[in-house]
């Protein structure tokens, strides 16, 4: 094992060789013998700076549990009638708006997440906390991380939750990503090592 100094004052990066297949969990124990197993993280996103955090969290536990990520937009159906132009094709309107945010996901997990993390992307469209958790089932997700801007009162109100909503519905343990908290993941550099 070898240790080397980090810019922050106080803390050290750690190197620890170590056979091929053997992770370790935070409690030093074989990750055999601990509790606590992920192998599939869902993680809504909606292009906001809030989900883009909670990426980042779920990164975090990728790389932890070496599992795997699927990212998931939900948009709502396109409805309406034809307008003074005619029909509109609203299939076609929805498959392009479909690939579109396809693009839009692998090109955000490529960002966030870089190399060494397997993920898949997700698009659906209906109710959003309905998709969200119906994917959490279909996909056997062992935590989903959720963000929220944390908004109260009257926009509460009128807004609702859509992570208060997941918390209730999922079958699996939520993780909720506040826009503004206090950070537990820290962005690494690449002379950091990961467990």
Do not use: W
């Not at 700076?49 to 599992?67: D, I, P, T, V």
């Not at 998931?72 to 034809?82: A, C, D, E, K, N």
């Not at 029909?87 to 839009?104: F, G, P, T, V």
């Not at 996901?105 to 397997?118: D, F, P, V, Y």
């Amino acid at each position: 094992m070898k240790t080397k100094p980090t810019l922050t004052p106080r803390q050290v990066a750690m190197e620890i060789d170590r056979p091929e297949g053997v992770r370790f969990c935070t409690n030093g124990r074989k990750a055999g013998e601990s509790s606590l197993l992920i192998r599939n993280i869902l993680v809504p996103i909606d292009f906001s700076e809030c989900s883009r955090k909670a990426l980042h969290y779920a990164g975090a536990f990728a790389r932890l549990f070496n599992a795997r990520i699927t990212l998931l937009h939900v948009f709502r159906p396109l409805q309406g009638g034809g307008g003074e132009m005619g029909a509109i094709d609203y299939l076609a309107l929805e498959n392009e708006s479909r690939a579109c945010c396809e693009r839009q996901l692998e090109e955000l997990a490529r960002e966030e997440l870089g190399k060494g993390i397997t993920f898949e992307v997700e698009v659906r469209n209906g109710h959003t906390v309905s998709e969200i958790t119906r994917a959490a089932k279909e996909c056997e997700a062992d935590v989903l991380v959720v963000s929220t801007h944390g908004r109260t009162g009257i926009r509460h109100a009128l807004l609702g939750s859509i992570a208060e909503s997941v918390v209730q519905h999922a079958s699996c343990p939520v993780l909720v990503v506040r826009e503004h908290e206090h950070e537990f993941v820290q962005s690494l550099t690449s002379t950091d090592f990961i467990l």
